[in-house]
């Protein structure tokens, strides 16, 4: 066997003796810069897309802040005309937020459970069909969802409804009380078209996209720690509560903002179910007949609409666009913090 001394090695002096770093240049292919630009420009595209919109929204909506000015945004009644009327975002604005936070309170606890269990418990034989089958959620139309909520669940949800009113009504939003404060009487009729059954249809309709976005980020909890955790003795849930769940923290706050987003621009099926009021008094009682959103008041009186009254509704869809923008893109960024969790195992 031959031995080299590394005093022999004309190289390595030059390399210790160097203190500038070695300068690489590459040289991309065709493919590579074409990939690049078509990169480039989609990203660019989509932006000045979005640009186009909230300018058109923006543009078509002077009329009505004109005619109204800031009080849109705090005038609760929603009376146009041709020529003008009495409108604000106040009322819709609320209802919408009542509706989708309901659809939270139910998708998020049922998407991190059904997430854990995929990426958990379920055997790798059964995985990708439960993956599959949740996803197939997002593939049902607005439409069949709303016409399943009206013409079958709120036969069922009424008995809910009228549960919940009569055992915790003196949980806020489970009061059935008049505008002086006094419980009044309810039958099953009270309890249809109701904020809580449109919150129920909704939390469906967001929890394949809620469930997809935690089930990819505890799928990327660091397996070091998790076999750490079960070597010094702990169980599998104990895995869970101290090594997954705080790993995809982020995860869950991305998902359930995600979830959000779509639920505040949902149309059809909140459009089907509820009955339209813009009582602020109603729209604070989830059980009761009644309540509104932004997307569904658009989709309900655009054909009807001519000139401020048009404007106004444009207005509506101005701020709609605004707030979900700010949901989707703050959510975003919280999974692409939670991602880079995963690259801190050594």
Known sequence: MQYIHVASVPFLDVVESSEQPIAFRTTRGRGDRVYRGFGYGAGWLTLAIMGLIGGFLFYQSLDAFRYEGFTFFTETRWITSVSGGRFGIAAVLLGTVVIAVVALVLAVPTAIGTALFITEYAPKRIRAILTSLVDLLAAVPSLIYGIWGAAVLEGQVVYVSRFLADHFGWFPPFHTTSLAGSKVPTTLTDFTASAFLAGIVVALMILPICTAVMREVFAQAPPGEKE???????????????????????????????????????????????????????????????????????????????????????????????????????????????????????
């Open 228 to 346: 750490g955790a079960l070597a010094l003795g702990g169980t599998r849930w104990g895995v869970i509560r101290d090594v997954v769940l705080p790993f995809g923290k982020g995860g869950i706050i991305g998902g359930a903002m995600l979830g959000l987003g779509r639920a505040l621009g949902e149309t059809v099926a909140v459009a089907l179910i509820i009955s339209r009021t813009t009582d602020v008094h109603n729209l604070l009682q989830i059980l009761k007949t009644g309540g509104n959103s932004i997307a569904a008041l658009i989709a309900r009186s655009w054909t009807e609409s001519q000139g401020i009254a048009s404007s106004a509704l444009m207005a509506a869809g101005l701020v709609l666009f605004t707030v979900t923008l700010i949901v989707n893109a703050g959510a975003s960024f919280v999974v692409s913090r939670s991602r880079s969790g995963a690259a801190t195992e050594i």
